[in-house]
C-alpha cells in the first residue's frame, strides 16, 4: 500500500522558513515525478512546485519562485520543500503528490501558518 506522509509544517513568522518533507512508501520512488501542492482557507488546491523522477528538473508557480525549492533524495525516499521569506498569503494546507503515467497518490497533508 502506498503512504504519502508529510511533515515539517507549523507556524511561523513572516520573513521566516521552513522545510517540509514528504515521506514516500510502497511504491518505487525513484519512478515517480513528484509535486507539492497548497490549498488555503477557501480557495482551490494550487501546484507550488514539482520534480522529475530523477531530481534533474524542476518547476515552480510563478510566486513561489526565488523563494521555494523543490529537491528529492531518492535514497530516503523523500521529497523536500524549502520555504523561505514565508509570507502571509503562503498559509495553507501543503500536500505532495507522486505520479506515474496514470497512477498518483496524495499525502494527508501539513499545516504551514505564517503570521505574526
Known amino acids: 500500500q502506498v503512504h504519502l506522509v508529510e511533515s515539517g509544517g507549523g507556524l511561523v513568522q513572516p520573513g521566516g522558513s521552513l522545510r517540509l518533507s514528504c515521506r514516500a512508501s510502497?511504491?518505487?520512488?525513484?519512478?515517480?515525478?513528484m509535486r507539492w501542492y497548497r490549498q488555503a482557507p477557501g480557495k482551490q488546491r494550487e501546484l507550488v512546485a514539482g520534480i522529475t523522477s530523477v531530481g534533474t528538473s524542476t518547476n515552480y508557480a510563478d510566486s513561489m519562485k526565488g523563494r521555494f525549492t523543490i529537491s528529492r533524495d531518492n535514497d530516503k525516499n523523500i521529497v523536500y520543500l524549502q520555504m523561505d521569506s514565508l509570507k502571509p498569503e503562503d498559509t495553507a494546507v501543503y500536500y505532495c503528490?507522486?505520479?506515474?503515467?496514470?497512477?498518483?497518490?496524495w499525502g494527508q497533508g501539513t499545516q504551514v501558518t505564517v503570521s505574526s
Open positions: 510502497g511504491l518505487t520512488f525513484s519512478s515517480y515525478y
Open positions: 503528490k507522486a505520479v506515474y503515467k496514470v497512477r498518483n497518490y
